[in-house]
């Protein structure tokens, strides 16, 4: 039988503030390489690069849809792997 009275601390696992900031800003120049990096081998695919790591980062799931060509099947070999 579950106890409904009981106070459960539902506070963010995670910190807040000035820390968050620091912790963006030590990432922030990591992310740029990478993206820099990946961009070096699929060319002219700015934008998909940005949200795909955009999709990594916040540990959803994404669904690259596109023409033949486009570098998908490189995409669902590599990215887990970044």
């Given amino acids: 039988m579950t106890d409904h ?3 459960e ?3 963010p696992p995670y910190q ?5 900031i620091n912790g963006v800003d030590s990432v922030a120049p990591k ?3 990478l993206s820099k ?3 070096e081998i699929v060319l002219g695919q700015e934008t998909v690069i940005e949200q795909v790591l955009i999709t990594l980062l916040s540990g ?3 669904l690259l849809v596109g023409a ?4 998908k099947h490189f995409w669902s070999i590599h990215a ?3």
């Fill in 80 to 82: 887990p792997k970044l």
């Fill in 37 to 39: 990096s990946i961009s």
């Fill in 60 to 62: 959803g799931h994404g």
């Fill in 31 to 33: 992310l740029k390489l």
């Fill in 68 to 71: 033949p060509g486009l570098v």
């Fill in 5 to 7: 009275n009981k106070t």
């Fill in 16 to 20: 807040t503030g000035q820390d968050t």
């Fill in 9 to 11: 601390d539902l506070s």
